[in-house]
Each structure stands twice: as structure tokens, then as C-alpha cells.
């Protein structure tokens, strides 16, 4: 074989070579442009179920927290609901307290409680004490001694039997309805009231 032979299957051979790799090539360029669109697909496809699941979860939590609001308001509701039974039956019970201690209170002794003029008002004292207690109101005891005095008697005397009176009136409604009653002094006058 001849040098120009050789030369000239070897130049074949690289022009063979040359069209092999381009056609290689071309085959390797065809696969990355057809799995560069695969790839483009799948990603837009999940861009398109990523989407998807973010509005799916976007509405389960706007359900969540609807549901977890009702619930707050029907909490709130009922709150104030037991709120208000709880003061009701609070009231029915100081009512009941003070019906029952109205009828008891006949049996209680006397001989603690006088007005200016000597009579004794220990039993109807604390029974319309307790009245009005019943209907909210409270009651002036500012004319009212533990004991009888004469009108010419001694003022700071009876100003202590005055304030003597006031603590035993508060000893003898806390131990009739169990509630320690308030005094005050209002327009000169002292008045007692419920708790």
C-alpha cells in the first residue's frame, strides 16, 4: 500500500470520524434539548401541583381557623352565659339566706335594740332590716341604742351605745345571712346595706 493510499483511506477514515462525531452530536444535542424539556415539564408540573397543594392548604387552614373562631365565640358565650347563671344563682341564694333568716328570726331574743324612746325593736328592726335587704335597699338605724335612755342622758353615752349598737347590728345579720352587712354614713344619717 502506497503512502498515498494510507494518506487517503486515513482522510476517509477522519471524514468518517468528522460526519461520526458530528452525528454523535447531534444525537447528544437532540438528548439534552429532549431532557431539558422533560425536566422543563416536570417542573412546571410541579410548580403546577406545588401551587395546587399551597391553595389546597391555604383553604384547609382559612377552615381551621373559622372553625377554631366559632369555637372562641361559642367559648365567649358561654362564658358569659355561666357568668350570669353563677350571679342569678348568686342572688337566689342571698334571697333564700334571707327569706330563711326572716322566718327564723321570730325565735331570736330581744332586749338589744331601742329607739329614742325606749321601746324595744330588736325583732321587727331585723325583720325590716332583712326586707329590704330582700328588695335591694338598705335602711337608716341612726336613731338606735343597745340601750333605754332618759332624753335629758348623757350625749357621749349615747353615742357609745349608739356604736355599740352598730357592731352588734353587723354581728347579728352575718350570723343571721352569713354576709357581714355594710354601715355608712350618709347625709348625717347612718345607713346599713346587704353585704
Not at 431532557?35 to 412546571?44: F, G, K, L, P
Not at 361559642?74 to 344563682?89: F, G, H, P, V
Request: charged share 30%; net charge neutral.
Amino acid at each position: 500500500m502506497s503512502n498515498d493510499e494510507s494518506a487517503r483511506r486515513l482522510s476517509l477514515a477522519a471524514a468518517e470520524l468528522a460526519e461520526l462525531m458530528k452525528a454523535t452530536y447531534k444525537q447528544t444535542e437532540d438528548i439534552n434539548i429532549d431532557i431539558q424539556r422533560e425536566v422543563a415539564d416536570d417542573i412546571s408540573d410541579m410548580k403546577v401541583e406545588s401551587i395546587a397543594l399551597k391553595t389546597d392548604m391555604n383553604n384547609k387552614w382559612s377552615t381551621v381557623n373559622n372553625k377554631l373562631n366559632t369555637v372562641n365565640q361559642n367559648l365567649q358565650e358561654n362564658r358569659k352565659m355561666m357568668e350570669s347563671l353563677m350571679a342569678a344563682m348568686k342572688e337566689e341564694g342571698k334571697k333564700n339566706r334571707i327569706v330563711n333568716a326572716l322566718n327564723s328570726e321570730r325565735k331570736r331574743a330581744g332586749g338589744w335594740c331601742y329607739d329614742e324612746k325606749g321601746i324595744d325593736w330588736s325583732e321587727s328592726l331585723i325583720i325590716n332590716i332583712l326586707s329590704n335587704f330582700l328588695e335591694g335597699r338598705g335602711r337608716y338605724i341612726s336613731s338606735y341604742t343597745t340601750r333605754k335612755f332618759e332624753y335629758q342622758s348623757d350625749a357621749s353615752l349615747k353615742k357609745e351605745s349608739e356604736k355599740a349598737f352598730r357592731a352588734k347590728l353587723k354581728r347579728e345579720i352575718l350570723n343571721i345571712t352569713g354576709t357581714t352587712p355594710t354601715i355608712v354614713l350618709e347625709d348625717d344619717q347612718w345607713v346599713i346595706y346587704h353585704g
